[in-house]
């Protein structure tokens, strides 16, 4: 079946533009994570969804960062007047359901939207 | 300083040799220990997690976790030139929902 996938797969963005960055987990996850990737450096969380709620935004740099996921599928990342500080890749994840505490629910990652801001 | 350290390599070692990969971490409420590979230019995708203390083996990758030592390792037997990639591990306290990654380590694989 058909993986977690992201649009645009590469945006360059002027400084100060805005730019929104799309999410399509998996059919039917219920969980869906952003995270960000600088160059050389591991992914660093941003915010989680469950189905349509955001229950933990506590990773988003700013308040130029907003994410949405209305109708608890597709999720888009905005970020307003981009700084050069937001050059990275952006990662958005799903997975089945919310951690239980038996085990490890895996989180599926998406191939990533590579931002680039001059 | 950071919740999960992991050396950043690069680390290149002939084609068939034994890899060790480690990450050391702070927290000790961490209770699930992952490790992700990442191609370049792809998402990272999940190798092998385990659960507290202990050793996991699959196929050619043993996981290790040692929480006295809050010390996590990867090691792959026979390495061959497709393991080269960098590799993530990754945490998560249990009960909560976001991984917490270490830098990654950039492993390269020489025929």
């Known amino acids: 079946g058909a993986g977690v996938s992201q649009s645009p797969r590469y945006k360059v963005a002027k400084r100060g533009q805005d730019v929104a960055l799309r999410c399509d987990p998996i059919?039917?996850?219920?969980?869906l994570f952003w995270y960000q990737q600088a160059l050389g450096q591991g992914p660093e969380f941003l915010t989680y969804f469950q189905n349509e709620a955001q229950l933990d935004k506590s990773g988003l740099p700013s308040d130029r960062f907003f994410a949405e996921r209305p109708e608890g599928s597709v999720s888009t990342l905005k970020i307003q007047r981009t700084q050069q500080e937001d050059s990275a890749v952006y990662l958005c994840?799903?997975?089945?359901?919310?951690?239980?505490?038996?085990?490890?629910?895996?989180?599926?990652f998406g191939p990533g939207t590579r931002l680039t801001v001059l | 300083q950071k919740e999960v350290e992991q050396d950043p390599g690069p680390l290149s070692v002939p084609e068939g040799a034994i890899v060790s990969l480690n990450c050391t971490y702070s927290?000790?409420?961490?209770?699930?220990f992952m490790w992700y590979r990442q191609y370049s230019r792809k998402g990272p995708e999940l190798l092998m997690y385990t659960y507290s203390s202990g050793n996991k083996e699959d196929g050619r990758f043993t996981a290790q976790v040692d929480k006295s030592s809050k010390y996590i390792s990867l090691f792959i037997r026979d390495s061959q030139p497709s393991d080269s990639a960098t590799y993530l591990c990754a945490m998560i306290i249990q009960g909560a929902q976001k991984l917490v990654f270490g830098q990654g380590t950039r492993l390269t694989i020489n025929p």
């Open positions: 994840a799903s997975s089945l359901a919310t951690q239980p505490r038996a085990r490890y629910n895996e989180q599926f």
């Open positions: 927290n000790s409420a961490f209770q699930y």
């Open positions: 059919s039917g996850h219920v969980s």
